[in-house]
């Protein structure tokens, strides 16, 4: 199984950006897809997920109409849409696939397959 993950860059604050995550080994539409950040010297947090039957989503609230997350099934992949950046979106950006009961949608150890993040900064 393997996540890729790609899209992050150097954006202004402001910007956009996509992000991508494209999976073998694993059937996107059968797993909840989620997208974490990890900022330097801060703990993992959760920032987007779409739930395996497909008709729910979730954000944190500080993301929660900035970013959109959505799944290509024929494509095997997740994106996450995220627009009007700000600095302190800057971190490493994971996406992660599993069967999280849906309290624990937005919690890491809930997610049993991991891509290998992608940077996004975010400059001011």
């Known amino acids: 199984v393997q996540l890729q993950a790609s899209g992050g860059g150097l954006v202004q604050a402001g910007g956009s950006l996509r992000l991508s995550c494209a999976a073998s080994?694993?059937?996107?539409?059968?797993?909840?897809a989620g997208w974490f950040r990890q900022a330097p010297g801060k703990a993992r947090e959760f920032v987007a997920a779409?739930?395996?039957?497909?008709?729910?989503?979730y954000y944190s609230d500080s993301m929660k109409g900035r970013f959109t997350i959505s799944r290509d099934n024929a494509k095997n992949a997740v994106y996450l849409q995220m627009n009007s950046l700000k600095p302190e979106d800057t971190a490493v950006y994971y996406c992660?696939?599993?069967?999280?009961?849906?309290?624990?949608?937005?919690?890491?150890?809930?997610?049993?397959?991991w891509g290998q993040g992608t940077l996004v900064t975010v400059s001011s």
């Open positions: 992660a696939a599993g069967r999280p009961i849906t309290s624990g949608i937005m919690m890491s150890n809930q997610y049993r397959y």
């Open positions: 080994g694993l059937t996107v539409r059968s797993y909840t």
């Open positions: 779409s739930s395996w039957s497909g008709g729910s989503t």
